[in-house]
């Protein structure tokens, strides 16, 4: 009984499952314990015993290979140092294979080792404690941003400061590449002139908010007219004005509309923008592809009173439709500029144009197809007509345009003539003649006028110096005769020297591209970094086959407001410095921008510009 009871009172805890089964295969676990240490210190004797061997056979390899020294010619010098790199190589490839092995078999037993280091090695202190310098040994407060020393310690602010610029010396601190759409952006940029230095402005920062966030924005409000346009240009540029953004730029009591992109518009859209702003006067809309009948109807119903009429690919008005308008709308009109009409504006409806809009001050009309001789004689009647802009796809006489500018050429600001292929140097005399207030000529796409009549019209010439010139593509096109015929047929050397010395005072903007006949002697008279074009910002060059570094030097030194200088197919271009907030354009193996500071300050010699 007593046996029993005592049995009975015996307090014993749960037992689990695992403390059975080892308590059943006679396992336990202070021998698990012994073994652990046993192989591991086995592990540790064997390792190291295998590397003094192999330690002592290379090091007595080599001093039996010293001794020998003496005697050994050059061919057993050769083979003893390569045989001294083999057995090097050999004894470090067996401490990294006795390594890894290590970890394979005993991977716990190491992790468990390097836990147990870690446990007793000094952590880093944390931001906002103190700690000693690692170099001068001074006392400092710990921050997020304290730099880290050779050894592994922290440094000091000071420290800090000369371990950077130590870095910077030797050539350590490489400048890290920007991100691929920035770079596509900046480069975007310096193809439209646009250089940035530093960071955005805040209006610049606040209007890219508002772009990026256009279908959340329910209205403008107060914001001036200069940034509405910068705002429309941004929104055409992503391609987002819709029947649903359109209304935050159509305010009521608005006078003035320019989007530059509105294929995505409707006919009932254009309808509505004069609904909601019935006094609009200047009108300015870019691939305007639904701007139909309806719309001028809609115009003419409310007496619209539009004075300045700007359209891009209005194909689908009727040429009936056009008379119309001209007839009841034109005599308010004082500009108007058409795109690319080439079903509606034939010969007939321009004559209503000139007729029923006699108050007219600034024409362009570019690729109209139905127009021709006709139309182009038409406009000696605009007696008030002060910019004149034409690009016709029909062939047109010499004759009948030269007779034009005779007649109306004393009132001409503007003169732009496109691709007026059979304009002769006849056309050059009427201008030198009649336009005494030009600011402004354009004539390209033509070989029949010669750098005989460029000279002409440049010499003498009792109209003020121009501010925008442009000459591109005036050679010969001869392929049978590439270098042209004795008589330079287009823009040459004298022609390019008396242009510049005529209008170079003035000048801001200079376009010569594919004008192959100016030689490199003239672009070295004209840009010889002694005389100066104060005004000229932006010039194309392409395709002047005798521009080289030197010039392109030149031209830096010569006008010190340049910001943007296009040079495709200039082959003998290369290495050429580029000053401060310059946009050197098709030049791929030019320098980046040299940024310099305080004043303009260049040097024409270093640069390339080695004739001085």
Not at 181 to 203: F, V
Not at 243 to 265: E, H, M, Q, V
Not at 583 to 595: E, H, Y
């Amino acid at each position: 009984m007593s046996g029993r009871r005592t049995s009975n009172n015996r307090i014993s805890g749960p037992r689990s499952a695992l403390t059975d089964f080892l308590a059943s295969n006679n396992i336990s676990a202070a021998q698990i314990s012994a073994d652990y240490e046993r192989r591991r210190r086995e592990a540790l004797q064997r390792s190291e015993e295998e590397a003094a061997a192999n330690n002592t056979i290379a090091e007595e390899e080599i001093k039996e290979e010293e001794d020998d020294d003496q005697e050994e010619t050059v061919l057993q010098k050769k083979k003893r140092k390569r045989a001294e790199e083999k057995a090097r190589a050999k004894i470090k490839e067996s401490k990294n294979v006795k390594k890894q092995k290590k970890a394979k078999k005993g991977g716990s037993d190491d992790d468990d080792s390097d836990v147990s280091l870690d446990m007793y090695k000094k952590s880093k202190p944390l931001p906002g404690q103190l700690e000693n310098c690692e170099v001068c040994d001074k006392r400092f407060t710990v921050t997020p941003y304290s730099k880290t020393g050779p050894e592994g310690g922290l440094l000091c602010v000071k420290c800090s400061k000369e371990q950077e610029q130590q870095k910077k010396k030797d050539g350590k601190v490489k400048k890290q590449a920007a991100p691929r759409e920035k770079r596509r952006k900046t480069e975007s940029n310096k193809m439209d002139g646009i250089i940035h230095e530093g960071a955005p402005s805040l209006q610049d920062f606040c209007i890219k908010t508002i772009a990026d966030n256009a279908h959340d924005i329910e209205e403008f409000g107060e914001l001036p007219s200069n940034l509405i346009k910068q705002l429309s240009e941004i929104f055409s540029k992503r391609r987002i004005i819709t029947s649903r953004t359109l209304d935050l730029f159509i305010p009521a009591g608005l006078t003035t509309l320019d989007l530059t992109d509105c294929a995505k518009l409707e006919t009932e859209d254009f309808i509505k923008i004069f609904s909601y702003s019935p006094q609009i006067q200047t009108l300015n809309l870019r691939n305007a592809g639904q701007f139909k009948d309806e719309v001028i109807d809609y115009i003419i119903e409310r007496d619209v009173p539009i004075k300045h009429l700007k359209l891009h690919s209005p194909n689908l008005i009727s040429n009936g439709k056009w008379i119309e308008f001209f007839t009841r709308c034109g005599h308010r009109l004082e500009s108007l500029q058409l795109y690319w009409l080439d079903y509606s504006m034939d010969n007939e409806a321009f004559m209503h144009l000139v007729r029923g809009c006699p108050n007219l001050k600034r024409l362009k009309m570019k690729k109209c197809f139905r127009l021709g001789d006709a139309a182009v004689g038409a406009i000696q009647d605009l007696k008030k007509l002060e910019h004149l802009s034409l690009l016709f796809n029909q062939p047109t006489s010499a004759s009948c345009i030269t007779e034009t500018v005779t007649a109306i050429g004393s009132q001409l600001l503007t003169l732009s003539l496109e691709s007026f292929q059979n304009a002769d140097d006849t056309l050059l005399e009427a201008i030198h003649t009649q336009c005494s207030r030009l600011r402004k000529i354009r004539l390209t796409d033509n070989d029949c006028c010669t750098d005989a009549g460029y000279t002409k019209l440049f010499t003498d010439w009792s109209s003020c110096p121009l501010t925008f010139i442009d000459f591109s593509s005036n050679r010969s096109v001869d392929y049978n005769n590439p270098d042209g015929e004795e008589e330079v047929v287009g823009l040459g050397t004298a022609g390019f020297d008396a242009l510049m010395a005529h209008s170079g005072t003035h000048l801001e903007t200079l376009m010569i591209p594919s004008c192959r006949h100016i030689e490199r002697e003239g672009l070295e008279h004209v840009f010889d970094g002694k005389k100066h074009y104060p005004t000229l910002k932006t010039a194309d060059i392409s395709f002047v086959r005798k521009t080289d570094t030197p010039i392109v030097a030149g031209i830096f030194k010569s006008c010190p407001q340049m910001t943007k200088l296009t040079a495709f197919g200039c082959f003998s271009i290369s290495d050429v410095m580029v000053p401060k907030g310059v946009a050197l354009i098709g030049v791929p193996n030019a320098q980046d921008s040299i940024i310099q500071e305080g004043e303009y300050d260049f040097d024409v010699i270093s640069a390339g510009l080695g004739f001085l």
